[in-house]
């Protein structure tokens, strides 16, 4: 199979992954907010890592630290800016009581209500999604397959939250259960295999692209972790949770990334 077709198909697991967020919807099953937060602090470690040994530390090596570190501040301010644009993940996650289910008050709000909010929820996860595709597209057309493998099990691994963040307004405004899938499972796959593949055509019309790129793809994933997936985990009463998750999830990704580096 040649580069860019495993790309296509590696892009399009990691991004297909976000639909296993929408099974405990499905099921009726109410999280609550100990497992959700862990979750998210799990997902947050294993991002933070990444952007460490899967992007920033690669990119060095093929690059100059003035190069990553440029794109560690596009990408992070550019998050921002685009959280300026869409409502802050964290806010809508607080309404949710439980995570898992709607509350008393969800329960009298209109549906339109409730599909505008998982509109922005969705707008805000292809947001975060982009820069990861991004990525990986680069990755395998500069020949650092290793990385993209490791960026694909990362991304993959943090999609599943994501998923779910999109599913529960979804499935809470009446949609059909078949839709929910579909919708969710789009949310994540779409943008990331879009952005893969405007990563790979970059570096066909611009050598030495990766280095800015992969510093890119780290700051904005930085910017998530600190400004969506940190605030959201802490704000219910289990930051121990979360904190104790994030370090598993930092440990998993150097494992991961040890292994496969072998």
Request: no cysteine.
């Given at each position: 199979?040649?580069?860019?077709?495993t790309?296509?198909?590696?892009?399009?697991?990691?991004?297909?992954?976000?639909?296993?967020?929408?099974?405990?919807?499905?099921?009726?099953?109410?999280?609550s907010?100990?497992?959700?937060d862990?979750?998210l602090?799990?997902?947050?470690?294993?991002?933070?890592?990444?952007s460490?040994?899967?992007?920033?530390?690669?990119?060095?090596?093929?690059?100059?630290?003035?190069?990553?570190?440029?794109?560690?501040?596009?990408?992070?301010?550019?998050?921002?800016?685009?959280?300026?644009?869409?409502?802050?993940?964290?806010?809508?996650?607080?309404?949710?009581?439980?995570?898992?289910?709607?509350?008393?008050?969800?329960?009298?709000?209109?549906i339109?209500?409730?599909?505008?909010?998982?509109?922005?929820?969705?707008?805000?996860?292809?947001?975060?999604?982009?820069?990861?595709?991004?990525?990986m597209?680069?990755?395998?057309?500069?020949?650092?397959?290793?990385?993209?493998?490791?960026?694909?099990?990362?991304?993959?691994?943090?999609?599943?939250?994501?998923?779910?963040?999109?599913?529960?307004?979804?499935?809470?405004?009446?949609?059909?259960?078949?839709?929910v899938?579909?919708?969710?499972?789009?949310?994540?796959?779409?943008?990331?295999?879009?952005?893969?593949?405007?990563?790979?055509g970059?570096?066909?019309?611009?050598?030495?692209?990766?280095?800015?790129?992969?510093?890119?793809?780290?700051?904005?994933?930085?910017?998530?972790?600190?400004?969506?997936m940190?605030?959201?985990?802490?704000?219910?009463?289990?930051?121990?949770?979360?904190?104790?998750?994030?370090?598993?999830?930092?440990?998993?990704?150097?494992?991961?990334?040890?292994?496969?580096?072998?």
């Open positions: 199979m040649d580069p860019f077709a790309m296509l198909l590696v892009t399009s697991v990691a991004g297909l992954a976000t639909g296993l967020g929408a099974v405990p919807t499905l099921l009726g099953t109410r999280v907010h100990r497992v959700y862990a979750a602090g799990l997902a947050a470690g294993i991002m933070v890592a990444a460490v040994f899967g992007l920033i530390i690669p990119g060095l090596d093929q690059g100059t630290i003035w190069q990553v570190s440029a794109g560690v501040f596009v990408g992070g301010f550019g998050l921002l800016v685009g959280n300026r644009l869409i409502p802050h993940l964290h806010v809508e996650y607080a309404r949710w009581k439980g995570h898992g289910g709607a509350d008393d008050e969800d329960d009298h709000r209109p339109d209500d409730r599909l505008r909010r998982a509109v922005l929820v969705g707008g805000a996860i292809t947001l975060h999604n982009a820069p990861e595709g991004l990525a597209g680069i990755a395998f057309a500069s020949g650092l397959e290793e990385v993209a493998y490791v960026l694909a099990i990362v991304i993959g691994l943090q999609n599943v939250p994501d998923g779910f963040a999109f599913a529960v307004p979804v499935h809470q405004a009446g949609v059909s259960t078949r839709k899938v579909a919708y969710t499972t789009l949310s994540g796959a779409v943008p990331q295999v879009l952005a893969s593949t405007v990563g790979y970059l570096v066909a019309v611009a050598e030495g692209v990766f280095p800015v790129a992969a510093g890119f793809a780290a700051g904005a994933m930085l910017g998530v972790v600190f400004r969506e940190i605030p959201s985990s802490h704000g219910h009463g289990y930051a121990d949770a979360a904190t104790a998750a994030f370090l598993v999830g930092f440990v998993l990704l150097v494992v991961v990334d040890a292994v496969v580096a072998v």
